[in-house]
C-alpha cells in the first residue's frame, strides 16, 4: 500500500523550530523525489521544499523559506525531515509530505509532478 505519513507538527511561539518527519512505504524511496507542500487557511496549497535521490542530493525551497528551512533523507529509514528554524506566523499552515513522479527536485513545485500526498500535519506559529 502505498502511503506517506506525517508527523512532528505543533504549536510554538515565533522565531521557534520544529522537525517534521515523514515516513515511506508501498514504493521505493530510493529512487523518488520527495519533499514538502503547505497550505494555509483559505489559501492554496504551495511548494515548500524538496530533496531528489540523485547524486549531489539536489534540494529546492520556496523563496519564503529557503535560509530557515532544510530538508532531509534518511533511505535506510524510509524517510524525509523538514527541519523549520526561524517560524514566523506566516509559517502557519497544514504540511503534508509528498512524493513526486520527477527526477528534478525544482520541478516538484509543479502539483501535476505529485504522484501521492500525505494526509498532512498542522503548524502553528503564535505572534
Known amino acids: 500500500q502505498l502511503q506517506l505519513l506525517e508527523s512532528g507538527g505543533g504549536v510554538v511561539q515565533a522565531g521557534g523550530s520544529l522537525r517534521l518527519s515523514c515516513t515511506v512505504s508501498?514504493?521505493?524511496?530510493?529512487?523518488?523525489?520527495v519533499g514538502w507542500f503547505r497550505q494555509a487557511p483559505g489559501k492554496e496549497r504551495e511548494f515548500v521544499a524538496a530533496t531528489t535521490w540523485r547524486s549531489g542530493r539536489g534540494v529546492y525551497f520556496a523563496d519564503d523559506v529557503r535560509g530557515r528551512f532544510t530538508i532531509s533523507r534518511d533511505d535506510a529509514k524510509n524517510a524525509v525531515y523538514l527541519q523549520m528554524n526561524n517560524l514566523q506566523p506566516t509559517d502557519t499552515a497544514v504540511y503534508f509530505c509528498v512524493a513526486g513522479t520527477t527526477r528534478a527536485a525544482h520541478a516538484m513545485t509543479d502539483p501535476s509532478n505529485i504522484k501521492l500526498w500525505g494526509q498532512g500535519t498542522q503548524v502553528t506559529i503564535s505572534a
Open positions: 508501498g514504493f521505493t524511496f530510493s529512487q523518488t523525489t
